[in-house]
Nanobody, 128 residues
């Protein structure tokens, strides 16, 4: 069964850090672009970051540039999202996703519809 699994969410104070992990079962995510999305209550799901498989190129939403870092560890078949300087508005459920087709992220990596495979999500809550 093809599945993505996120982990690493939790409760953190403003200014704090978390590292999210995305692992796969049923396939190897090393060969595909992997994106992170998030969805806050009452809001649409939005793209946060994407990392290509071919050359490790990374892409970020403007709202997280300079604070979040996406990376991949092919030895452990895992994609990470390091989140620093967290803000209240980063509170959301975070999902990793792939379409298991594209090698690279592409210009429209932040569009939800092309992604066929999603994890169950991990909650990130930024609160004092």
């Amino acid at each position: 069964q093809v599945q993505l699994v996120e982990s690493g969410g939790g409760l953190v104070q403003p200014g704090g850090s978390l590292r999210l992990s995305c692992a796969a079962s049923g396939f190897t995510l090393d060969y595909y672009a992997i994106a992170w999305f998030r969805q806050a209550p009452g809001k649409e799901r939005e793209g946060v970051s994407c990392i290509s498989a071919s050359d490790g190129s990374t892409y970020y939403a403007d709202s997280v540039k300079g604070r979040f870092t996406i990376s991949r560890d092919n030895a452990n078949h895992t994609v990470y999202l390091q989140m620093n300087s967290l803000k209240y508005e980063d509170t959301a459920v975070y999902y990793c996703a792939t379409d298991r087709v594209l090698w690279d992220c592409g210009r429209s990596w932040y569009v939800v519809s092309p992604y066929d495979y999603w994890g169950q999500g991990t909650q990130v809550t930024v609160s004092s």
